[in-house]
């Protein structure tokens, strides 16, 4: 017979109040999560949806890279330069020179000056977003959210690429702050400083400049037309020196310059280019004694 009773318990129809605790049925503990791993199980959540994903790719901070031929990397002086779009300049003048170029937007997504120049998507892959510009220029940038220079993933190596250009994004104090991201730590073969023609951003340049401060810098100036700006009057040593050497680059200002979409660039700012483009190749031989030491070629 069951001992059960029609209420289904095993004390009958006894009040539970008169019931001993010893006499209940053993049931074991069940412990929920702690707070901790609460809290971490949703960082985690949260950064599968839409923030820093976890990469098993991402390479451990302080690796170094180093990229295949030449290399121009492009920094702006000030906020607003138009790094990006001399960048994005630089690539496509090489391109109509029938090179093949990789230009790397390493900005954080929210921040990226190149978003919307590639007529095709070519799909993702590392931690980066791949399209194509035109025939000969690919453009990656990055997938994921990026709050430190630190959380731009390694580049992938590419063969068959005749020149890289890589777009920084970040500031010069940001990079100082993670000295040993890739962003500040490579080798590029020379580096391009953007600046306005103006005070104020002819100032802050002279920073970055001295960062920079080797035979591989140039500036490019823009809102200028002439050689002899009057604007380089009250730049710093840095950017007078880079002034003699020849190794500066005058653009004038253009009506919507940044407005970059996946057409091409004025006439104008691609001339430009190309005379950037012939510096960087074209290194001379050093002054005489008692000049400023090295210079670039001058283009006309």
Request: proline share 8%.
């Amino acid at each position: 017979m069951s001992v059960l009773s029609r209420s289904g318990s095993p004390f009958g129809d006894m009040p539970l109040d008169h019931v001993s605790e010893s006499a209940l049925p053993a049931v074991p503990a069940v412990h929920g999560p702690t707070l901790r791993e609460l809290r971490s199980a949703a960082m985690a959540r949260s950064t599968r949806v839409g923030g820093c994903p976890e990469r098993s790719d991402a390479p451990a901070r302080g690796a170094a890279w180093v990229p295949e031929g030449l290399c121009i990397r492009v920094m702006a002086g000030h906020a607003g330069a138009g790094a990006s779009t001399i960048a994005l300049a630089v690539a496509d003048a090489a391109a109509c020179e029938g090179q093949t170029v990789w230009v790397l937007d390493a900005a954080a997504p929210v921040w990226s000056g190149l978003a919307g120049t590639t007529a095709v998507e070519l799909g993702s892959a590392g931690g980066w977003h791949r399209g194509r510009r035109g025939g000969g220029v690919v453009v990656e940038r990055v997938l994921s959210a990026a709050l430190t220079p630190t959380d731009v993933p390694m580049p992938r190596d590419h063969a068959l690429v005749n020149l890289t250009v890589v777009d920084v994004g970040w500031t010069r104090r940001e990079l100082d702050a993670y000295p040993r991201c890739w962003q500040a730590s490579m080798t590029p073969m020379v580096d391009v400083v953007v600046s306005r023609a103006t005070a104020s951003g002819l100032s802050q340049t002279e920073t970055v400049v001295a960062a920079a401060d080797h035979d591989g810098c140039l500036l490019v100036l823009i809102g200028s037309r002439r050689r002899g700006a009057r604007e380089l009057s009250v730049a710093g040593p840095r950017i007078r020196r880079l002034h003699e050497r020849d190794a500066v680059v005058f653009v004038p200002r253009l009506r919507g310059f940044a407005e970059l979409g996946p057409g091409p660039l004025p006439h104008t700012l691609l001339s430009a280019a190309a005379r950037l483009l012939a510096l960087t190749s074209h290194p001379t031989r050093p002054r005489p004694a008692g000049g400023s030491g090295p210079r670039f070629r001058s283009t006309p």
